[in-house]
């Protein structure tokens, strides 16, 4: 065994100790931001750490202003009423951003998950983004006066296929950005030592509907985004489930129909290539035009826009509520396959809730009604009525609320203060 001289042995043991206080501090600030309101007699309780400790750490949070004493809480005995702890909204900053088709959405939330600031920043340049995002960073922290050792955590939210291995994203349909870009680098190196957590678009809106898209506890849900393409953000235990490389979550290639249609993957008969707004539009346009050469045909007009989403889906809902026979037909078939997915998935994570959300939802509560119509026979005995599934409801960015909740709750170290402040 390696024989550690005396320096040596106390440099370790210091540093033993500060890890230990890190640690420690991001235990009583999580528990302070769970509960919203506790004394230092129930941390200790709860923490099972010695009362003088929690004082000392509830101490060093209140000269940083993260947290701050409120009134007295209620007791059951007749003793002193206990003073409470509170997060200190203003006591801090997440920076949560979602990257998208036309640039970035940058948000600054306090530690009380309150949107601070929002701003719509168009790009063209997606090779400079990280120097940008920093940029919009830095003008906002100065804008508000807000000093920089007091934002905490960035959270990037993208559309595509992201490799947490290495923090880079894979590939994406939606923006120019592949496994070269290395902005998170940029923003990690300019940021050095705070959270910085990036992740697919669809986990942060899972995370967004488990917080605030629902008036019960749930710990297991699944949203479900469907647009031009088919995404899933999976919660799990509380957390959001990324699986090994950052891809669970492509239910948009679990297969339906092994012999249907070939999809971009190589597979055949995935989800997203019969139930995703392109794939039901132009099964309406290949069958409404075959059926237009006979005269019983409905007529349906299809305009030059139709190979835009937002555009395809007002045509599928302006055909389908228009009692188009064709559009009902092939909407209650999309129904029934989605019915399947999710059956699929229900069986495989059984969450409380499935959320669906994106433009899908403009088709409206009878589509809805549809999939439930379908799973009704087709899910586990136990599941029957106990899973329930919704339209996302939610309106905002939810990509960047999820994204900066999911910092707060689950990744945030103030203990960063004891180099920051040093
Ligand atoms: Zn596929």
Request: hydrophobic share 35%.
């Amino acid at each position: 065994m390696l024989k550690l001289g005396k320096g040596k042995k106390e440099e370790k043991q210091a540093a033993n100790q500060q890890l230990i206080k890190k640690t420690n501090l991001t235990l009583i600030f999580n528990l302070i931001n769970k509960y919203g309101s506790i004394s230092r007699a129930e941390l200790a309780h709860v923490t099972g750490l010695s009362p003088t400790t929690v004082s000392s750490l509830a101490e060093e949070l209140i000269r940083h202003d993260i947290i701050f004493e409120t009134g007295e809480g209620n007791t059951t005995t007749s003793g002193r009423k206990p003073i409470m702890l509170e997060v200190n909204p203003n006591g801090g900053y997440i920076s949560s951003i979602e990257i998208n088709e036309k640039g970035y959405v940058f948000s600054l939330y306090n530690l009380k998950c309150n949107l601070v600031i929002e701003k719509k920043i168009e790009i063209t340049e997606y090779n400079k983004i990280g120097f940008l995002i920093i940029r919009t960073i830095e003008e906002t922290l100065l804008e508000l006066k807000i000093p920089e050792e007091k934002l905490f955590g960035i959270c990037l939210g993208v559309p595509g296929l992201i490799d947490i291995v290495n923090n880079r994203i894979t590939t994406s349909t939606i923006v120019p950005i592949d496994e070269n870009n290395d902005f998170y680098e940029h923003i990690k190196n300019r940021f050095d030592g705070i959270t910085i957590f990036l992740g697919n678009e669809s986990w942060f809106s899972a995370y967004a509907e488990k917080e605030f898209g629902t008036d019960v506890n749930v710990n297991n849900l699944v949203f479900i985004d469907i647009n031009t393409g088919v995404g899933a953000g999976i919660i799990v235990d509380g957390k959001i489930f990324t699986g090994s490389q950052g891809l669970a979550g492509e239910i948009g290639h679990m297969t339906i129909d092994m012999n249907g249609p070939l999809c971009k993957c190589g597979n055949r008969g995935c989800l997203e290539t019969m139930i995703s707004i392109p794939a039901i539009a132009e099964s309406i346009i290949s069958k409404t035009g075959y059926e237009s050469s006979s005269k019983s045909s409905p007529y349906i007009s299809i305009t030059d826009d139709c190979t835009k989403s937002s555009s395809q889906i007002d045509f599928i809902q302006k055909a389908y509520y228009g009692n188009n026979s064709i559009a009902r037909e092939v909407v209650d078939l999309a129904a029934k396959r989605l019915a399947f997915g999710i059956t699929n998935i229900v069986n495989f994570i059984n969450p409380e809730i499935v959320v669906i959300g994106g433009e899908i939802t403009k088709l409206g509560e009878e589509f809805l009604e549809k999939i439930k119509y379908y799973m009704k026979d087709i899910q586990l005995k136990p599941n029957r009525g106990k899973v329930e599934l919704k339209y996302s409801t939610l309106k905002g960015n939810t990509v960047t609320l999820g994204g900066a909740k999911y910092i707060l709750d689950n990744i945030l170290n103030p203990g960063i203060l004891l180099h920051t402040y040093q």
